[in-house]
């Protein structure tokens, strides 16, 4: 079974560049089966998906926050990782990463998250 | 992007009642539409995916169905672990989206 547990700073500034990133166990990250992806939940709030990578590379983002996030994957270390640039107060959440896949249960190919890591709390404050 | 609205945002219930959460979506996402499970200071969990396909190792109590705009959560028997949110999230188009949650509580 895949596991996933994000690791990285707790405590941001202003400013400057949110990291994390996401070791994956019990499985290999460059499975054709699964994408990569990230996520996160302010408090008391809803989930807001951030972005996704394939072991090729290739990545998709959010709009709302693409020209300050980067994915990437390195495939040596079974590993991806977030950059978030420029943060604020509102960036202030729970930042999950998780696995993607797909099924077809009949003629269309459905996405969602099968395997999530725990979780980590990021404060961005000065 | 593509806006998912659930109802109710909360509701209370005792074990043994059915349960019934709905989704609807600002567009037509056919049965691009999963459901997840999220206790208290955990991780959401799939527990449907493709509208209506039961997750491996999901309860058997919980179902889904819809397609287009308008989906549904049922749970069949509430027990004591199914306290907890439940988000409805599209995988229709990018950006994927997820509605606001729906909190179960014990009435």
């Known amino acids: 079974q895949v596991q996933l547990q994000e690791s990285g700073p707790r405590l941001v500034k202003p400013s400057q560049t949110l990291s994390l990133t996401c070791p994956v166990s019990g499985g290999s990250i460059s499975s054709g089966s699964y994408y990569w992806t990230w996520i996160r939940q302010p408090a008391e709030k809803g989930l807001e998906w951030i972005g996704r990578?394939?072991?090729?590379?290739?990545?998709n983002y959010n709009p709302s926050l693409k020209s300050r996030v980067t994915i990437s994957i390195d495939t040596s270390k079974n590993q991806f990782s977030l950059n978030l640039s420029s943060v604020t107060a509102a960036d202030t959440a729970v930042y999950y990463c998780a696995s993607g896949v797909g099924a077809a249960p009949a003629t269309d190919y459905v996405e969602y998250f099968d395997y999530w890591g725990q979780g980590t709390l990021v404060t961005v404050s000065s | 992007d593509i806006q998912m609205t659930q109802s109710p945002s909360s509701l209370s219930a005792s074990v043994g009642d059915r349960v019934t959460i709905t989704c609807r979506a600002s567009?037509?996402?056919?049965?691009?539409l999963n459901w997840y499970q999220q206790r208290p200071g955990k991780a959401p969990k799939v527990l449907i995916y493709a509208a209506s396909s039961l997750q491996t190792g999901a309860p058997s109590r919980f179902s889904g169905s819809g397609s287009g705009t308008e989906f549904t959560l049922t749970i069949s028997s509430l027990q004591p672990e199914d306290f907890a949110t439940y988000f409805c999230q599209q995988s229709y188009n990018i950006p994927w989206t997820f509605g606001q949650g729906t909190k179960v509580e014990v009435k």
């Open positions: 990578i394939y072991s090729s590379g290739n990545t």
């Open positions: 567009q037509s996402i056919s049965i691009y």
